[in-house]
């Protein structure tokens, strides 16, 4: 078994520890502090993801997506296909962080504005919480879990998301009663919300954009941003919280997860990050659906 696959496997039996720990059905998580197997650094090396450029960034959004066209996949992916690719690049997020939020994971803040609430979501039948019996049924099928508790964090909205109008898609997607911030979007086998766009992700920036390089993949998004918080000199520490990495400090301080640095403190130094200026245009309902140069419709 490779490696990434048995540290996958091991982070899914540490989350159902962990949440069988918190529901009192186990006393104590024994795998909480199981690391599991290290890659070599020639195997690092070799499988490494590497950011856009400015070039890529640019060809992807003023693609027909961003553009005046708002084409969307034929697939599920619908308005997923326009803000799945824009978060990523204005938050790092992993591309489940962002396929898996619920429209109440996005959170208004009177006095730091808007932010991204990245956090587990159990099933509502194991939630002991859960008092709504209509809000449990629109969640039920919905659960995740993100990859690790240091994962769990707040990420602010980027201005630039507002102006492209994010704050009118949550209302869009919440005028139908939808508990889903992308609610076309469905589990794979895999149990994954965001499997589907990555194919078509990966189709798209090699058929349509011509962005062949195997190693510029979603992921690479996330790789980009880390690239600019570098570039600003952000705290380490505060690069770790914003990316859901663990922050070197040691079991302890990590285990306290998103409250070890607050809100106030990280809206601060996201403020200092900049981006490349991109052309997309604001979004709107799709007008339609992307074909590859062949004709053969992506999906």
Known sequence: MAT????????????LLRVARSKGVVPHNPAEHIIG??????????????????????????????????????????EATYWLPLIMYYTGARPEEIAGLAVSDVVCDEQFGWYFNITDRPEPDTDLFESSKELAEKQKGNSRFVKNVMSIRVVPVAPELIRLGFIRYIEFVRQDGNFMLFPELKKDWHGKFCGAFGKFFGRFKKDMLGISNP??????????FKDFMVAVNLETKMIHRIMGH??????????????????EFIVREFKKIKYFEIEAQPWTVGRGTIRTSKGKQLD
Not at 4 to 15: C, E, G, P, S, Y
Not at 40 to 60: H, M, Y
């Open 215 to 224: 190693k510029k993949v979603l992921y690479s998004f996330r790789h980009t």
């Open 4 to 15: 990434v696959t048995l540290n996958a496997r091991l982070d899914k039996i540490k989350a």
């Open 37 to 78: 197997l290290k890659e070599s650094t020639r195997a690092k090396r070799v499988a490494r993801r590497l950011p856009f450029e400015q070039a890529d960034i640019q060809k992807i959004f003023s693609s027909d997506i961003y553009n005046d066209k708002q084409l969307r996949s034929s697939g599920q992916s619908a």
């Open 246 to 263: 663990a922050s070197g400090d040691g079991a302890i301080t990590d285990g306290y997860g998103k409250q070890d640095i607050p809100l």
